[in-house]
């Protein structure tokens, strides 16, 4: 089905829209025949739809346009995707999912209101793909996610080693690192461990802004970037200014605390194969229980991820 040509557009292309969300479009004519495709462009180029509507051409006309993300509806650094799709006269559009965001949205809605016949799916695949974007435009806060390293008896360190999981785990850490837009932890960490929170030994097209939330002063020669004020207008302020994802790497006061408020999007937890037999407990208290559902396992070296996504996307 052509809706999941265009999903396969964006998963070999993740982020190429960023900072806008990434969208893959596909006109496909009435005898099935794939007229154009589209994945979005870079920051001011072409959204994926107009990719997609420019290589069709006038065939266009009658034809089907199938996309990721419900078509934008407002003048960004580009005009509204809507408009260009009733200029090519396609009879029909199928879009993956809403567009969650206050200025985009409503696509659908002036689609059909000019006689396009609009179908709006509600495709997780379609809503993963931008999760990041999603959280960040819907809700004016970063796309939280907690990791944390145990050990099996659930301790925050372990004594006398300076890591808890192992080369494997840390390298997927890197890799997360270099996948969003700030790393963070509080300042107990700062001072228990002193972190870089740089991406190291791993491709990085954009170095993560480097955060350590607390009252402060950052000890002599970190380059933290301190966010004394308080954590929710910190999260509102760093959303403001373009931070879309953030990994809050611990340690188990701020940990405890994020979770509390319902900050926190995605939880990963390694699971290290050791017994620390002491050392810091792996949370802080929280108000009260959380059920977190059935989780994803991986084994990563020999220890054992586990990831949970703790809001149904929005
Ligand atoms: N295994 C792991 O994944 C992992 C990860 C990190 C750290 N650790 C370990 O954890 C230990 C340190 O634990 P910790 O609990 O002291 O560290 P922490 O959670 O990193 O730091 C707690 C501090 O963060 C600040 N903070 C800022 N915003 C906060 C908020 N919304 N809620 C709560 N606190 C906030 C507060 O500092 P102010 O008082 O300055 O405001 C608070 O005292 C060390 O042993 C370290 O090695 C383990």
């Not at 207008?233 to 701020?254: C, F, H, M, N, R």
Request: charged share 25%; proline share 7%.
């Amino acid at each position: 089905m052509s809706i999941e040509r265009a999903l396969e557009l964006v998963d070999r292309s993740p982020g190429n829209g960023y900072p806008n969300p990434t969208v893959g479009a596909v006109v496909v004519a009435a005898d099935g025949t794939t007229l154009g495709e589209g994945v979005t462009e870079p920051a001011g180029g072409r959204h994926a739809e107009v990719v997609a509507l420019d290589e069709a051409g006038a065939g266009a006309g009658g034809a089907t346009l199938f996309v990721t993300m419900e078509p934008c509806a407002h003048h960004g650094r580009t005009p509204p995707c809507v408009d260009r799709i009733l200029e090519s006269h396609v009879a029909r559009v199928v879009a993956g999912c809403r567009d969650p965001s206050p200025s985009g949205g409503g696509g659908a809605v002036r689609l059909r209101q000019a006689g396009v016949e609009t179908e709006l799916l509600d495709l997780r695949e379609a809503r993963r793909q931008n999760e990041a974007w999603r959280t960040w435009a819907a809700l004016g806060r970063p796309y939280v996610i907690l990791k944390l390293a145990l050990s099996v008896d659930g301790r925050a360190a372990v004594p006398r080693r300076r890591w808890v999981s192992g080369v494997a785990a840390r390298r997927r850490v890197h890799e997360l690192r270099a996948s969003v837009d700030a790393v963070g932890v509080g300042m107990g960490t700062v001072h228990a461990d002193a972190p870089r929170l740089d991406a190291r030994d791993v491709p990085v097209v954009r170095p993560p802004r480097r955060l350590a939330f607390g009252r402060g002063p950052l000890p002599d020669g970190s380059e933290l970037e301190l966010r004394s004020g308080r954590t929710e207008e910190e999260l509102g302020a760093l959303a403001a200014e373009g931070v879309q994802s953030l990994l809050l790497e611990g340690g188990p006061t701020i940990a405890a605390s994020f979770l509390a408020h319902g900050w926190v999007d995605r939880l990963l937890v390694f699971v290290a194969p050791v017994l620390a037999g002491g050392g810091p407990a792996g949370l802080g208290e929280l108000p009260e229980p959380l059920d977190l559902g059935e989780p994803t396992v991986e084994l990563v070296g020999a220890d054992v991820l586990l990831d949970w996504r703790l809001r149904d996307e929005v």
